[in-house]
């Protein structure tokens, strides 16, 4: 079946930092494509979306370009910030009737000042 | 508008007791999804319903897992005869009718202890 494989974490910055992190998936043809991310204690929230091939999203500075030719979804921010301290997950929309997301464990990235 | 609500926030069973979870969708949203979250994982895939209708059950774990969608809106997951793997945290999240946008809204989660 469908599947995403996300970098291994913890990912440890200084405030500040660039950050990547990267997303790859098994299958192609994904109407839509999103990061989600989990802050401690928290639900998930959509954190951004692309909604076809070569689309970027963005939102509170990061982004993310759909690339089909290389089946990613890479994760990017400038200069994070302590409050972008949570789990991020890339989670793209299984291909049947239901759409249903597919999880990998999630990315934890901690910004330290 | 108000997000999707979850309720109990928190539930202590002892193993073998019958549990009940609840799910508030976004007002008018037709799809809702039921996701089971282990600790330190990603959220697994249990139940997805279309209004009233489920349509698809196949990562409910065992048939001690049911859910139910009765008037299209509010949503409940039960588990009977609770077991101690099946402590996790339990996140229901729903989605517009329109099909260009893919995207779920999730709720706070109930997290599940069992004893």
């Known amino acids: 079946g469908d599947s995403v494989t996300q970098m291994e974490g913890p990912v440890t910055l200084s405030e500040e930092a660039f950050l990547t992190i990267n997303c790859t998936y098994t299958?192609?043809?994904?109407?839509?494509l999103f990061w989600y991310v989990q802050y401690p204690g928290e639900g998930l929230q959509l954190l951004l979306k692309?909604?076809?091939?070569?689309d970027k999203g963005s939102n509170k500075g990061f982004e993310a370009t759909y690339r089909k030719e290389t089946t990613s979804f890479h994760l990017e921010k400038g200069s994070v910030q302590v409050s972008d301290s949570a789990v991020y997950f890339c989670?793209?929309?299984?291909?049947?009737?239901?759409?249903?997301?597919?999880f990998g464990s999630g990315t934890r990235l901690l910004v330290r000042p | 508008g108000a997000g999707v609500s979850q309720s109990p926030r928190y539930k202590v069973a002892k193993r073998g007791q019958d549990v009940a979870l609840r799910c508030d969708p976004i007002s008018g949203h037709v799809s809702l999804f039921w996701y089971q979250q282990a600790l330190g994982q990603g959220p697994e895939f249990l139940t997805y319903?279309?209004?009233?209708?489920?349509?698809?059950k196949s990562g409910l774990p065992s048939d001690r897992f049911f859910a139910e969608r009765p008037e299209g809106s509010v949503s409940t997951l039960k588990i009977q005869r609770t077991q101690q793997e099946d402590s996790a945290v339990y996140l229901c999240?729903?989605?517009?009718?329109?099909?260009?946008?893919?995207?779920?809204?999730f709720g706070p989660g109930t997290r599940l202890t069992v004893t």
């Open positions: 299958a192609t043809g994904y109407p839509s």
């Open positions: 989670a793209p929309p299984q291909l049947d009737s239901s759409y249903k997301l597919i």
């Open positions: 999240a729903s989605s517009p009718k329109d099909w260009n946008h893919y995207e779920q809204y």
């Open positions: 692309a909604t076809k091939a070569d």
């Open positions: 319903f279309q209004n009233e209708a489920q349509l698809d």
